[in-house]
T-cell receptor
Framework: TQLLEQSPQFLSIQEGENLTVYCNSS?????LQWYRQEPGEGPVLLVT?????EVKKLKRLTFQFGDARKDSSLHITAAQPGDTGLYLC???????????FGQGTELSVKP | DTGVSQDPRHKITKRGQNVTFRCDPI?????LYWYRQTLGQGPEFLTY????????KSRLLSDRFSAERPKGSFSTLEIQRTEQGDSAMYLC????????????FGPGTRLTVL
């Protein structure tokens, strides 16, 4: 069974601080996705990482895929209140088309 | 707006009633997925279709749940004899068989069973 563990589960920081969210597994994934979800809405895709060691940047967000394709991280520089939300990592299952999600990291950025 | 719509956005029902949700995916996407998300958790896979064929069902999908995609476009998810444990956000996502890793989610249907 493929599982993804996210840490931390909750993060409350002040505007301007940096943070890193981790997504770990004992299984290899063909790709990992990061989503952001606001209350009462569906997840919105931020990025897909495919190659081991890959780094992608999206403005102040930096995503990295581990060399062994078992883990990923999301780093936010100079967090802003607009970054508040639930961040989800998801891996493409090696059995069919479904995504396997981590339990999410609830981020709160206070002004 | 991802281009995926779901209806209704909210549904409150009494235990034992049947409910049906609808998902309209992005028109050129041949894959459609259903997930369920409870408070404080990530989405859990329920089932998916490629065109009109249902290719996989999770163990989570009890015999009270049924999903259809009759013409390979919109899909419906029906829950019969609802239970309080069915209360959750039901999410629909779509993608293509050529790029199965990338899925676009709708806004979800929030079900509350009283």
């Amino acid at each position: 069974t493929q599982l993804l563990e996210q840490s931390p589960q909750f993060l409350s920081i002040q505007e301007g601080e940096n943070l890193t969210v981790y997504c770990n597994s004992s299984s290899v994934f063909s790709s990992l996705q990061w989503y952001r979800q606001e209350p009462g809405e569906g997840p919105v895709l931020l990025v897909t990482v495919v190659t081991g060691g890959e780094v992608k940047k999206l403005k102040r967000l930096t995503f990295q895929f581990g060399d062994a394709r078992k883990d990923s991280s999301l780093h936010i520089t100079a967090a802003q209140p607009g970054d508040t939300g639930l961040y989800l990592c998801a891996g493409a299952s090696n059995q069919g088309g479904k995504l396997i999600f981590g339990q999410g990291t609830e981020l709160s950025v206070k002004p | 707006d991802t281009g995926v719509s779901q209806d209704p956005r909210h549904k409150i029902t009494k235990r034992g009633q049947n409910v049906t949700f609808r998902c309209d995916p992005i028109s050129e996407h041949n894959r459609l997925y259903w997930y369920r998300q409870t408070l404080g958790q990530g989405p859990e896979f329920l089932t998916y279709f490629q065109n009109e064929a249902q290719l996989e069902k999770s163990r989570l999908l009890s015999d009270r749940f049924s999903a259809e995609r009759p013409k390979g476009s919109f899909s419906t998810l029906e829950i019969q004899r609802t239970e309080q444990g069915d209360s959750a956000m039901y999410l629909c996502a779509c993608g293509t068989s050529g790029n199965t890793d990338t899925q676009y989610f709708g806004p979800g249907t929030r079900l509350t069973v009283l």
